[in-house]
């Protein structure tokens, strides 16, 4: 199926940061349109994987991205390619979803772990919401969590389901705005009554306008509505990071994340052949920039990991750069002022074991911080006065110090040395900013100690 493009010349030009770019509303960045799309298909083929690196290559610049939330980025398109774009999906049978982002498990209906499959709930809400089309904001996510190893708790979304105990078997807890943690807890539905209780608060979110996100709903006034028991507060769930070897079931699934969440699509199509030698059967793009492998007997993994790094992958839980998020930056890209990859491999090195998950670092380019929307402990971002340091912000917020390009590795020297001094044993990295006052952090990015 060929998805309908009625891409004009206004349409591209009123597409904004509010609108999610797809292949009907690409995304103008530096280096061309964007497009964001996420297979309807959970699993992809090796075959599927080298014909979109294949298309990468023919109608845009080569690069390919996988989202945190999951999704594909294929960049450098024209007005002229994303059509041949389309059509050539089409062909390789590759469809993208439409629609509201509903967003499952990676492995769900897999992990014998999880307490429900997330798979068939989100079919008949995807089926339901066809049927209404309401007047939705772009940028809606709902996320259905039925748990497992690999389960979303992490993940924020408008609406959330995710699968609790009850005495009477699994139900599902019903929230709005936030993770598993944040979000405001509304009602605990029966399987029974899950369908038109989801459809209920995407009615009220409907009626408050096509910019409502589910941080505007009431949560009280919504339980009313619905009739439905009153949800405690959800369990914690331990947050895994999908790269790495995972035992689901009776078999090992491999964990991938292209260096800073980008590669090149010669590299992307070498990957996929490659684990295919190595045994493997399927590829599940995953949340965290992550790509799953399944297939991979435990005798074959070091191969695989090998044929992961020899292609710009990351395979194991405590790569340091997991927790840097950059964009295309000078390489790829009109608009930025500096090259990403380069500092972002300089601030690894400098970091070490400062990088432990604990905070987002985010290398921009420019202001627009197509890599990381939501803010960051720490953003370094390509501004007209040069390279901006952001605390705790967005890349479109306001710097606090600025440094000329050429003075950006020796400012990310200091501060990795600065703060490892000051590091307490045991000391998380979010602990041990949230400690140090900015002004400490400002003087030793412009090495005024
Ligand atoms: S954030 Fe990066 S990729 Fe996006 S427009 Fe700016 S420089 Fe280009």
């Excluded at 904004?16 to 797809?22: H, I, K, L, Q, V």
């Excluded at 497992?148 to 705005?177: E, F, K, Q, Y």
């Excluded at 507060?233 to 790495?244: I, Q, S, W």
């Excluded at 000051?422 to 041990?432: H, I, K, S, W």
Aim: hydrophobic share 50%.
């Amino acid at each position: 199926m060929t998805v309908p493009l009625a891409l004009t010349q206004n349409n591209a030009d009123a597409l904004r940061r509010g609108a999610c770019p797809s292949l009907a509303t690409p995304m103008q960045t530096g280096d061309g349109l964007l497009v964001r799309l996420r297979p309807v298909a959970a699993a992809l083929s090796a075959q599927d994987l080298v014909a979109l690196a294949g298309l990468a290559r023919q109608h845009g610049n080569g690069l390919i991205e996988i989202t945190a939330r999951g999704n594909l980025q294929l960049r450098g398109l024209s007005h002229e390619t994303v059509p041949r774009l389309s059509t050539g999906l089409a062909a390789a049978g590759i469809v993208p979803q439409t629609g509201v982002a509903i967003e499952v498990p990676p492995l769900t209906g897999i992990d014998p772990s999880e307490m429900a499959d997330a798979a068939p709930v989100a079919a008949a809400l995807r089926a339901a919401l066809a049927a209404a089309s309401f007047a939705l904001a772009p940028k809606l996510a709902i996320v259905i969590d039925g748990g497992g190893v690999l389960s979303l708790a992490d993940m924020v979304a408008d609406i959330r389901l995710d699968a609790v105990p009850t005495v009477d078997g699994v139900a599902w807890r019903l929230s709005v705005g936030g993770d598993r943690a944040s979000a405001k807890t509304v009602a605990l539905l029966p399987p029974a009554s899950l369908l038109d209780g989801i459809m209920t608060v995407i009615a009220a979110l409907a009626v408050l306008g096509p910019a409502a996100r589910g941080r505007d709903l009431d949560a009280a006034a919504l339980l009313a509505v619905l009739h439905a028991t009153p949800s405690v507060a959800a369990a914690p769930l331990p947050a895994v990071h999908p790269l790495g070897a995972h035992r689901i079931g009776n078999e090992t699934v491999l964990g991938l994340a292209p260096a800073y969440g980008q590669v090149h699509a010669h590299r992307l199509s070498a990957l996929a052949k490659g684990l295919s030698a190595c045994g493997a059967t399927e590829f599940r793009l995953a949340p965290h920039r992550s790509l799953l492998v399944r297939g991979l007997s435990g005798e074959m993994l070091a191969a695989a990991r090998a044929c992961a790094d020899r292609e710009g992958f990351w395979a194991s839980d405590d790569a340091p750069g997991r927790s840097i998020s950059i964009c295309a930056g000078a390489a790829g890209c009109a608009s930025a002022g500096f090259d990403t990859h380069t500092a972002a491999d300089a601030l690894a090195a400098a970091a070490g074991t400062l990088l432990d998950g604990s905070i987002d670092v985010h290398l921009s380019g420019c202001p627009k911080g197509c890599a990381h929307p939501a803010a960051a402990a720490v953003t370094l971002c390509g501004t007209q006065a040069g390279i901006g340091l952001i605390l705790d912000g967005r890349a479109s917020d306001g710097p606090v110090a600025s440094l000329p390009a050429d003075d950006l590795q020796p400012a990310i020297d200091r501060l990795g040395t600065f703060l490892r001094a000051r590091r307490r044993d045991g000391e998380t990295a979010r602990g041990l900013i949230d400690r140090t006052a900015p002004a400490a952090l400002i003087s030793a990015y412009q090495g005024k100690q």
